[in-house]
């Protein structure tokens, strides 16, 4: 038997009652209604686990970091000393990169579970990534469900940002790095107006906790969400 205890001790973060629902009926080993490899599909849906207690963690660290912070106001700009906004900068970066993860890990269990596939230089071959969701081709009914459910979240205007910063951070300099070249005080981390542009200012003075909890919630909404179509395709009585 496979166990992952953390699961059932996260306080932390967005509940997901189906999420951890279906973690306990794949750890007891309950008949499923379709042919899977139990094994297989629960160590993945551990890991996706695993990745929403780490985030859940950051988010707490970098609420610490802001409220120890000792920053002063001139006007509506704010500023910091260098330690503390690197500090910020790594706990945010680390968490933006995260919880992007969870959505790319949980993609490949709906993809195992569903048996779904995407067209990649002319053969089909399963899913990598979130991404892949929006156009997979599957066998199942609820294939259609999933699709439609990744389409809405990558529609939502949070997403789109919260993508481009996750790409930011991927293929550019971590938000505000280059000012470490300059002086001993800085000016805090507020998120750039435009992620795809690495020159791009924070006039708009997007605060960086706020953003990261709006995007927590929908992350963790679409798993959940997900979860209860899933175990109502494995498991008799699923929502009852």
Same mark, same amino acid.
């Given at each position: 038997m496979i166990d992952f205890p953390i699961l059932y001790e996260r306080s932390k973060g967005p509940r997901t009652p189906n999420?951890?629902?279906?973690?306990?009926?794949?750890?007891?080993?309950?008949?499923?209604?379709i042919s899977i490899d139990g094994r297989s599909v629960m160590i993945k849906h551990g890991a996706v686990g695993i990745k929403m207690c780490f985030v859940c963690d950051t988010m707490e660290k970098l609420e610490q970091l802001n409220d120890e912070v000792e920053a002063w106001r001139e006007g509506r700009i704010v500023y910091t000393k260098k330690k503390e906004f690197y500090d910020f900068i790594f706990h945010l970066d680390t968490y933006i990169f995260g919880l992007y993860s969870v959505l790319d890990y949980f993609a490949l269990e709906i993809g195992e579970i569903l048996r779904l596939e995407k067209e990649k230089r002319g053969k089909f071959v399963g899913i990598e990534y979130f991404t892949d969701l929006k156009s997979a081709r599957g066998f199942d009914q609820n294939t259609l469900v999933i699709k439609q459910k990744a389409a809405d979240l990558s529609g939502q205007f949070w997403y789109e940002y919260f993508h481009d910063m996750r790409n930011r951070i991927v293929h550019m300099l971590p938000i505000g790095l280059r000012a470490l070249m300059y002086g001993n005080t800085i000016e805090f981390p507020f998120l750039p107006d435009e992620p795809k542009n690495p020159d791009s200012l924070?006039? *708009?003075? !997007?605060?960086?906790?706020? $953003?990261?909890?709006?995007?927590?919630?929908?992350?963790?909404?679409?798993?959940?969400?997900?979860?209860?179509?899933?175990? *109502?395709? !494995?498991?008799?009585?699923? $929502?009852?």
């Amino acid at each position: 038997m496979i166990d992952f205890p953390i699961l059932y001790e996260r306080s932390k973060g967005p509940r997901t009652p189906n999420f951890r629902k279906m973690s306990v009926m794949l750890r007891e080993g309950k008949q499923v209604k379709i042919s899977i490899d139990g094994r297989s599909v629960m160590i993945k849906h551990g890991a996706v686990g695993i990745k929403m207690c780490f985030v859940c963690d950051t988010m707490e660290k970098l609420e610490q970091l802001n409220d120890e912070v000792e920053a002063w106001r001139e006007g509506r700009i704010v500023y910091t000393k260098k330690k503390e906004f690197y500090d910020f900068i790594f706990h945010l970066d680390t968490y933006i990169f995260g919880l992007y993860s969870v959505l790319d890990y949980f993609a490949l269990e709906i993809g195992e579970i569903l048996r779904l596939e995407k067209e990649k230089r002319g053969k089909f071959v399963g899913i990598e990534y979130f991404t892949d969701l929006k156009s997979a081709r599957g066998f199942d009914q609820n294939t259609l469900v999933i699709k439609q459910k990744a389409a809405d979240l990558s529609g939502q205007f949070w997403y789109e940002y919260f993508h481009d910063m996750r790409n930011r951070i991927v293929h550019m300099l971590p938000i505000g790095l280059r000012a470490l070249m300059y002086g001993n005080t800085i000016e805090f981390p507020f998120l750039p107006d435009e992620p795809k542009n690495p020159d791009s200012l924070s006039e *708009k003075k !997007l605060d960086p906790l706020t $953003e990261c909890k709006k995007w927590l919630e929908g992350v963790f909404c679409f798993v959940d969400g997900i979860c209860l179509v899933l175990g *109502k395709q !494995l498991f008799d009585n699923f $929502e009852t």
